[in-house]
């Protein structure tokens, strides 16, 4: 497995709009693009950061994961990511080292990545999100 970057943070917010107030009014962040993922119930807002970029995320439903997040931890970091340059190799490779996976195939995910999740019990506490970019 071959991580080449963080590719993003996602970040927990209650109110995407008003969140993103503070990124570009305050930070002078770039929202690049907005997208609901109807699969796993949140909306997205991208913020581009360098080499990397920051996923500010919302939940549609009220039983959505975001929003159990929030619920359990309050708004914050929900999840790092990591770039990889081939996921099912990742994946395999994981697994084959006895890391617990909550995604053992990858799916889709915002912005058009495959991603993949690692359980936080195999990750000292971090909920890690292994992505690749076409």
Do not use: W
Not at 47 to 54: I, N, R
Not at 73 to 96: F, P, S, T, Y
Not at 104 to 122: C, D, L, M, N, V
């Amino acid at each position: 497995m071959k991580v080449l970057c963080v590719d993003h943070i996602g970040i927990a917010v209650k109110d995407l709009e008003e969140s993103l107030k503070f990124y570009t009014e305050v930070l002078g962040l770039e929202v690049t693009g907005k997208e609901v993922v109807e699969e796993q119930k949140v909306k997205v807002a991208f913020l581009p950061c360098g080499d990397s970029e920051l996923e500010l995320l919302e939940s549609t439903t009220s039983d959505g994961p975001i929003a159990r997040f929030i619920e359990k931890n309050g708004e914050g970091i929900q999840h790092i990511a990591l770039r990889v340059d081939n996921i099912e190799e990742a994946l395999a490779e994981l697994k084959e080292k006895g890391v617990r996976l909550i995604d053992e195939k990858p799916r889709y995910g915002a912005g058009g990545a495959s991603i993949a999740f690692a359980h936080p019990k195999a990750t000292k506490g971090v909920l890690l999100e292994l992505s690749q970019r076409k």
